[in-house]
DNA sequence: ATCAGAATAGGACATATGTCCTAGTACGCG
DNA sequence: CGCGTACTAGGACATATGTCCTATTCTGAT
């Protein structure tokens, strides 16, 4: 098998034998960046995972209140885009090149044809780990970029649902938002007083989830396509 | 293939056949766990998954400031530990049962006898998205219960390591550690005017490590461990 | 029923932080 | 070289938030 000059010796480099099959391997794809171009685009179909071999690149997102959160920094041998791989459709994040880049190119098609019934296991804990990266870094962008008023309501749409209520205590949301109790018990405070929640018996029940909606400010239509 | 009656039970209602095969389902144990009992210690030795089938449990980590973050809430059918599967020794996280609970317990030998060289990419994915995962937790419970120094700090003592120095601009430093370049502006002037730092030409120069890892609160030896 | 600890609630005060603005410097492109 | 954009820097002001405290209610164990 006689791969490309110049995508063998970074898989020599980097080892990439002891990971990847031969299929896999004659899959690879070489792809060059210039410093400031987008590697991957949220929201664009997932088609690909890429390993950093030169260079370094940045994943961030850009939040409806006109800040931006960065995921990661990427150098070699970093991934990029195998958190999506099993657990959804779209990419979550932008990646963009810091310098120039180049990268290892290999499409999820080969990928799910290397995943055999003996390898079921790993590739749902592959798609839980996945989602809950994805998951968890939606949920701290908003906790380090909106006021506790925001994120208590995207938590409570998101924990109450359907059934309108919530059994978690006040101290365990206050540490899941990451904000203090007081802060956390006076927002709740203005809630009661604007007939969006009630508490009874340690249960917050939701009155008004409308209105929770609209302090969401829109991310959680967004976070539900 | 006998399991018993109560594996049996959850191994039909959840699917589990579909993503288990017969040696690891023949290795399912049944555990149970009452309200407020740990069902994981973090700093453990990682040594089993487990599938939550019954109650609800949460999972947090403690904070060398006496703070606590509460990383996810679980309920059936979500897993606890393959995070740190293949790519830790030790268990991040302490996780609880909130309720009474029932877990599906699947020790890690049997995992990784599994894990086939067919399965090796997957593994090596797993294991990334595993990192992954408890590196960003953990970045995230500084920047969201620690001031801006001790972030930039962390930051710092992270990236610029033993080569004392950090290419990336403020602006994204800012969107990383999740404040805005306005204060992180003031930080560093601050750390310039204790000759902690110099920043020459985008660049930013370490000049008393020492100095930075007092800053860093003990949170870094902690990481380095 | 009683008691201790956990959970909730809110006041007072301080400060860490963000927004908005102006000004200066550096860099890349034509 | 000149210009526009991106990045850095700091002032002024406001506020979201946390700490620390006291008080009340709830819950579970004896």
Redo the contacts with the bound molecule.
């Keep these: 098998m006689a791969l490309k000059e110049g995508i063998a010796q970074y898989v020599r480099r980097f080892g990439l034998a002891d990971m990847l099959d031969e299929t896999a391997l004659a899959a690879l794809r070489l792809m060059r960046y210039g410093k400031g171009d987008l590697i991957i685009r949220s929201g664009d179909d997932v088609d690909a995972v890429l390993f950093v071999v030169e260079g370094e690149a940045k994943a961030y997102n850009s939040l409806d209140?006109g800040?931006r959160v960065l995921a990661a920094f990427y150098q070699p041998l970093d991934i990029i885009g195998e958190a999506e791989l099993f657990s959804s459709q779209r990419y979550a994040l932008s990646v963009e090149a810091m310098t120039s880049a180049v990268c290892l190119r290999l499409g999820v098609d080969t990928i799910l044809a290397g995943a055999k019934p003996d390898c079921r296991l790993l590739s749902y804990i592959c798609g839980r780990l996945g989602s809950k990266l994805t998951d968890r870094f939606k949920a701290d962008s908003i906790n380090?970029r909106?006021?506790?008023?925001t994120?208590l309501a995207m938590y409570l749409l998101a924990s109450a649902g359907d059934k309108g209520f919530c059994h978690a205590?006040?101290?365990?949301i206050?540490d899941f938002i990451?904000?203090?109790?007081?802060?956390?018990?006076?927002?709740?405070?203005a809630f009661?007083g604007k007939g969006i929640l009630d508490?009874i018996?340690?249960t917050l029940v939701v009155r008004d989830g409308g209105a929770l909606e609209l302090l969401a400010d829109d991310l959680y239509t967004h976070t539900k396509q």
């Design positions: 209140n800040q380090l909106y006021t506790v008023e994120r205590g006040l101290g365990d206050a990451g904000c203090s109790y007081r802060q956390l018990s006076r927002v709740v405070r009661r508490n018996r340690g």
